[in-house]
């Protein structure tokens, strides 16, 4: 067992609590491929003592005032900057990622919280002009009701505490599921809600197969909102269960983002932030740059300097100085990306820097690169969600944004130009929920994130999330 490593309970009504099955699922380091810990897991009664506890919670919290829950998120965020590196290095410990990476992600925890917390004092209404001086209307907002987050563990501390915060400054209960592979780190998160003065039952945290656990909990009538981060398939079941009862959902689902590099973009600097970006978490982001259309007066110096670039990343386990990029999270997906790079191989693309598993312990896949790529190959097609860096060339404007817009997804994409003319007309083109011109950094705590299409709907973070644990009632007066 890993000694810095904590064991996960089941957090029920204020309670961290073993389940009444006294099931327990292990924890893998996947730098190591060891066993490091445990997690409690729910089985129905546990399920259901949780959502009664967010039922009562509810009733209590959303009748706090906007300055009180305020005041109970700010501490939340001191707590959970206090405590950034332990929880920064439990989410290495689990999900791979480096440990600067880690602990950038619990900062953002921190400042979401914090802007919540902010943001739940402006959830207004308004007064609307009525057509009669004897009539006053006005437009109210409304905590939904207890809420459902689902989560990934590609960002285990950023998904699970969206989810919450959101739902906490709107005057909103919520039960999350957390990703099995990353229990540790919601756990720890939840803590500092907990810890905060949030009362018992208002964040509630359980463990355990997502299928029959997202059947029971979505099947119950108590919850009235629905959120989740991860693939397109779940969220597509996910959303069926949901419309027995008509819960509100917000769907951020997987991508596909293409990169547009014009003939005019300055080079060295696409290079820098592209790599980068491709490689962070080892791919295993939903906004990662992922098929790569370079314009042909450019491409051969692209493909150059990024392997180059590539070949100077440091792989390895993410609590090691200077490692860029670590394992994969589940081992499952060593086998899903040989099967991408050598269907791509097979269509026509050229393997010109790594494709395969590292010899070494855990689940690391060599940072790789593909040319020439054709649109037919898998690759193109369907997410990698890993280290890969599939790279293809265009000659027309309306060629590549037709490529680029072929695929069913549309969560990010990525336009490297210096005319603003020209970025203005491929922001617009792209059928996507968000765009990076000439950076990548397209989610931040203030600003909406989400996709369109099969990429999802709803949005989270900026005034958009908050609105998503809302609903609206129109009152209208008479008086004589």
């Given amino acids: 067992m890993e000694p810095l490593y904590r064991n996960s309970l089941l957090l029920i009504n204020g309670q961290w609590v073993e389940g009444e099955g006294g099931r327990r699922n292990a924890v893998i380091n996947p730098a190591t491929g060891t066993v490091i810990g445990w997690h409690a897991c729910a089985d129905a009664t546990d399920l259901d003592a949780a959502l009664a506890a967010s039922q009562r919670a509810f009733a209590g919290w959303k009748r706090e005032s906007a300055l009180h829950r305020w005041g109970v998120l700010t501490r939340a965020a001191d707590l959970i900057d206090e405590r950034r590196d332990v929880i920064a290095t439990l989410l290495t410990l689990e999900n791979g990622k480096p440990l600067a990476e880690a602990r950038g992600e619990i900062q953002f925890c921190a400042e979401a919280t914090r802007w919540y917390a902010e943001e739940g004092k402006r959830a207004y209404g308004r007064v609307v002009p009525a057509r009669s001086p004897d009539v006053r209307q006005t437009v109210l907002k409304e905590p939904v009701g207890p809420a459902l987050g689902f989560a990934a563990w590609n960002f285990p501390g950023g998904n699970v505490t969206l989810k919450i915060a959101a739902a906490l400054a709107a005057g909103c209960s919520i039960i999350v599921k957390p990703s099995d592979e990353t229990p540790a780190t919601a756990a720890a998160l939840a803590g500092c809600f907990q810890d905060a003065g949030v009362p018992p039952g208002a964040v509630n945290v359980v463990y355990g197969e997502p299928a029959p656990i997202s059947q029971h909990l979505i099947a119950s009538p108590i919850p009235r909102k629905v959120s989740l981060t991860g693939s397109t398939p779940v969220g597509k079941l996910l959303q069926t269960l949901a419309a027995n009862t008509l819960k509100r959902c917000t769907m951020e689902l997987g991508g596909h983002a293409p990169v547009i590099v014009h003939a005019d973009a ?192 709803g949005s989270e973070s900026g005034l958009e999330g908050l609105d998503a644990y809302l609903r609206t009632k129109f009152v209208t007066e008479l008086h004589r």
């Avoid at 295993?284 to 007066?297: G, L, N």
């Avoid at 990306?337 to 790594?354: C, F, T």
């Avoid at 069913?408 to 130009?417: E, K, N, Q």
């Fill in 266 to 457: 300055d080079l060295p600097h696409a290079l820098e932030v592209l790599v980068r970006a491709k490689f962070r978490n080892a791919g295993q982001v939903c906004t990662s740059p992922t098929r790569f259309y370079v314009h042909a007066s450019l491409y051969e110096a692209f493909v150059e300097g990024f392997v180059a670039r590539t070949q100077r990343l440091l792989v390895g386990d993410g609590r090691e100085e200077g490692v860029s990029v670590g394992p994969l999270t589940v081992e499952r997906k060593i086998a899903e990306l040989d099967v991408l790079v050598k269907d791509a191989v097979q269509q026509g693309a050229r393997l010109v820097l790594g494709g395969k598993r590292l010899p070494r312990p855990g689940f690391f896949y060599e940072p790789t690169v593909l040319r020439d790529v054709p649109d037919t190959a898998w690759i193109m097609r369907e997410e990698p969600f890993g280290p890969v860096a599939p790279i293809t060339s265009f000659e027309h404007f309306d060629e590549v944004v037709a490529r680029a817009n072929a695929l069913p997804y549309g969560l990010a994409a990525y336009v490297f130009t210096r005319s603003a003319a020209l970025s203005r007309q491929t922001t617009e083109a792209l059928e996507v929920g968000v765009v990076g011109v000439n950076h990548t950094a397209v989610h931040e705590a203030e600003t909406p994130f989400g996709g369109v299409n099969e990429s999802g709907y």
